[in-house]
């Protein structure tokens, strides 16, 4: 499997933006998949997952209320919708696959996911 993030780039505060994450190589439909981010100097942190069906989704206390995850299973794509960015939301934001298929509880392990994508830069201007 091989994902591929779009969507990133320079954004004033209160600003909006939307990633995209396309996988390809393989059909993801069956796993759940999650957005994380790794600001410079600190550990990747997780951010949002989504239920193979897009029916549940968690989120980050960091995150919840102003980002939104979905999928188009079709389209073998995941977003993350991103609302009233903040200075702190720069970093570089990567999305990837769980290793269990049809898992839907709340998962923040980075050991837990297999596929990452190679990441994108998201930068939010004060």
């Known amino acids: 499997v091989q994902l591929e993030e779009s969507g990133g780039g320079l954004v004033q505060a209160g600003g909006s933006l939307k990633l995209s994450c396309a996988a390809s190589?393989?059909?993801?439909?069956?796993?759940?998949m999650g957005w994380f981010r790794q600001a410079p100097g600190k550990e990747r942190e997780f951010l949002a997952q989504?239920?193979?069906?897009?029916?549940?989704?968690h989120y980050s206390d960091s995150v919840k209320g102003r980002f939104t995850i979905s999928r188009d299973t079709a389209e073998n794509t995941v977003y993350l919708q991103m609302n009233a960015l903040k200075p702190e939301d720069t970093a570089v934001y990567y999305c990837?696959?769980?290793?269990?298929?049809?898992?839907?509880?709340?998962?923040?392990?980075?050991?837990?996911?297999?596929?990452w994508g190679q990441g994108i830069q998201v930068t939010v201007a004060s």
């Open positions: 990837a696959v769980h290793s269990i298929p049809y898992w839907t509880t709340y998962d923040s392990q980075e050991d837990e996911y297999d596929y």
């Open positions: 190589g393989n059909t993801v439909s069956h796993y759940p």
């Open positions: 989504i239920s193979d069906d897009g029916d549940i989704a």
